[in-house]
């Protein structure tokens, strides 16, 4: 178990040292040009936390992993989405105070700055290393003590280990002194008392601020159904990606009102923004399926995992102190991973052998399907079907290479985490003619596109060596056979293979595809 604070602590002293970061002479706004967004104008203060090291950081941290194996333009940073979620977070609050109702400048400038700082606490390749720091006992022990914080009707969602690391370094002593000198030199004036890195902390976990419980629409801005990270993301990686859609940000932004719930103020969109919202749960649809989802990335993913996991050689401590150009470039690198290095920077990934799929596994006339039993497990937020899952792929993993009796052969079993809409569904607060309903009363349209996700679009894939993949999917064919689940030749027709290598490996004859009746 780390102790987080001390990982904290060594972190800001590299990142965020005690002196030298405070430039001399008059702070000065600052226009940024953004390829999605165009103009972003920084104020002083912002301009100068985004010439420290801990934010100059995020340049060498991909936005989205691995997704450059598969487009190539794809190599947007952690730096430039911060920046767009500022602007983004900006044009929301200007929208809500010119129409809608009137924001404090205190709460308008600590908005800006959660948006600003909510990813300096990630990692290399983003959420592919978050998976594996994440089971730190340390950020457990944090992530549970800010739990405690949020108010009895909330409903909590998981925090990532990412926000939980961000909330550790917004609270610790060393940012407060920063912060203080920071105040003292561009005057509060421009950076009021009012402002404190406590409420930017609870803002970007999803707390309200603490003098002001009510106004849950502020932090919604930035942590919320349709907040700014959510808008510049999908902006931005459909961007880079060139996949052709749009984020409607100005009817969103025409439509922006504040719902009162209970005597909470929630944000919230006017009928006519639920189309803007409904083109974000399909956008989110899309990216899955096109890009998070491609099986290069999702090959790339368990190439990361086969050599970095949670027994690895590499600490807290080395993730939040290197960046990817440290990886590739090998400073502080275990002898071990170096291999994986090499790799990554050659694009040697695994390849498909299996795609497993629901028209890929054939069911028994008046049977359930077995594959759907261990389907839906793996979908449940249940802790106890998701560790039910971990051991019957360890379990499956451990028959085939008894089938291959070769324990040379790689063999990678990928089961992606699939898009949640519950949030947007649930919390998406939309007025009516003076009326308030949700989401999921006006369109219900995230159960639709859960299942549709689930059965249709949502793949697993087991992965090889460029040499090995007919051995390992005839190993695979058996040892699922031996688990009641069958496959027919298209999980093998997915994976660019020819069927008759297959039976012939497996010494058996696989059907073809047959419908459920």
Known sequence: MSDLPEVIDRFLEEFLPKSGLIPVGTPKKRIVRDAVWGMIELEPHESILVDTPLFQRLRGISQTGFTYFVYPCAIHTRFEHSLGCLHIAARLLDALHSRSREIEPDHMLTVRLAALLH???????????????????????AREEICELFPEDRNIAKIGAAEVIVFEIL???????????????????????????????RIIVGLPLEEHQSLRFLTQIVNGPFD???????????????????VDIDRLLASLCIAEQDGIA???????????IEQLLFNRMLLYDSVYHHHKNRAAVQLFRKYVSSESSLSLDWFMNHDEHDF??????????????????RRELPHRAVVIHPTTVNVPEHEESKWGYVAAKHFSKDGVDRDWVDKWITKLKANMREILDDSSVDIFIDFPSTPQFHEIQRFTYIQYAGHTVKLEDVFPITSTLGTYSQQYKYRVYIFAGKDDRVQVAAAAYKALLNRGIQLNKEAFRLAKLDPRDVEEAAGVAIPDKAPRR
Request: charged share 30%; hydrophobic share 35%.
């Open 119 to 141: 990813d300096v606490s990630h990692c290399i390749f983003s959420h592919v290393s978050e998976e594996i720091y994440g089971g730190d006992d340390g950020i457990h022990k």
């Open 171 to 201: 609270t610790s002593k060393r940012f407060a002194a920063f912060f203080d000198e920071l105040r003292d030199k561009v005057g509060k004036d421009c950076l009021p008392d009012g402002v404190r890195p406590i409420n930017i902390a």
């Open 228 to 246: 700014a990270d959510k808008l510049d993301y999908q902006a931005r990686d459909g961007y880079f990606t060139g996949i052709g859609f749009r």
């Open 266 to 276: 929630h944000l919230a969109i006017d009928y006519r923004g639920v189309a803007a």
């Open 328 to 345: 590739f470039g090998h400073r502080d690198l275990p002898d071990d991973l170096h291999e994986l290095a090499v790799k990554l920077r």
